[in-house]
């Protein structure tokens, strides 16, 4: 068995790739209004900001930062990623056990890394924001509905046309 080490900073702030077991599926955008739900649900029990997020079709990024004195973020995904498959089970979705009586909606871990400074944050936060069009959902990043860069342009930190010229000049770069 592999031995995953996580770092874990009490109150760190750290970036989140999630990955549902089926990379073809679109579960993650066809139920983005249960997934909020249950996002919203974990919150109130084990609170956290969402620093930024995007919400892609089987997979998902997020930037979270924890509580001072907490460090708990795999809990966290664990009652996230638990808390959605119960709510598509009890709305009629059909998803198959194994022998432990696990469902395999969710890829098993998930990635992390501790952000170190602001700018790995804000290299982060605009791979989060630019990852619809890096994978050719949308041509500019304004019309993928289901990610914090409208929250961004509404609190003024990013202009509505943010990344929207050629990818040469962006200033996105691979993570």
Do not use: C
Not at 101 to 129: A, C, N
């Amino acid at each position: 068995m592999v031995l995953y080490r996580r770092n874990r900073i009490e109150g760190g702030t750290y970036f989140f790739t999630v990955t549902l077991a089926d990379r073809r599926s679109q579960v993650l955008t066809d139920h983005v209004h249960e997934l909020r739900h249950v996002f919203r649900q974990v919150r109130t029990k084990q609170p956290f900001e969402v620093v930024a997020m995007v919400v892609m079709p089987e997979h998902l990024h997020a930037i979270w930062t924890l509580p001072e004195g907490d460090a708990d973020y795999s809990g966290r995904w664990k009652a996230i990623k638990s808390g959605l498959t119960h709510q598509l089970r009890r709305n009629g979705m059909d998803l198959v056990s194994n022998a432990r009586g696990e469902f395999s909606l969710w890829q098993k871990r998930f990635w992390e890394h501790t952000l170190r400074d602001d700018i790995d944050l804000q290299r982060h936060v605009d791979y989060i924001h630019f990852n619809p069009v890096k994978h050719g959902w949308v041509k500019h990043v304004k019309d993928w509905p289901w990610s914090s860069f409208h929250r961004y342009v509404r609190h003024g930190l990013l202009p509505i046309d943010w990344a929207s010229t050629s990818q040469e000049t962006l200033p996105v770069s691979e993570i």
